[in-house]
Nanobody, 122 residues
Framework: VQLQASGGGLVQAGGSLRLSCATSTRTYYTMAWFRQAPGKEREFVAA????????AYADSVKGRFAISRDNVKRTVYLQMNSLKPEDTAVYYC??????????????????WGEGTQVTVSS
């Protein structure tokens, strides 16, 4: 499974960005976004079950970020609003073969894409 993340960039605090993750498979997975800031561990951001659309979010992004998917384009999106400097990180998309709703850990994920940098200036 190939995952290709895109959409990162530089934005001012309070701004918005939309990340995309294009997949190479038509198999159903739980898709997730993680992020890793310099000097910190990779952390969970959001997840969506491809087949039913059930979502889960980290507390730090609830109400600001929204994960969605386009079944035709086989692409998962992360809409990020009200961005804060602490959202600055490399964002990664990942896939989990288990179709179970809820928060994910790094060890749960079976496939990873390359990251895309998001920088939020104050």
């Amino acid at each position: 499974v190939q995952l290709q993340a895109s959409g990162g960039g530089l934005v001012q605090a309070g701004g918005s960005l939309r990340l995309s993750c294009a997949t190479s498979t038509r198999t159903y997975y739980t898709m997730a976004w993680f992020r890793q800031a310099p000097g910190k561990e990779r952390e969970f951001v959001a997840a969506i079950i491809w087949s039913g659309g059930t979502t889960a979010y980290a507390d730090s992004v609830k109400g600001r970020f929204a994960i969605s998917r386009d079944n035709v384009k086989r692409t998962v999106y992360l809409q990020m609003n009200s961005l804060k400097p602490e959202d600055t990180a490399v964002y990664y998309c990942a896939a989990d073969r288990n179709l179970v709703p809820g928060v994910r850990e790094v060890r749960d994920m079976d496939y990873w894409g390359e990251g895309t940098q998001v920088t939020v200036s104050s």
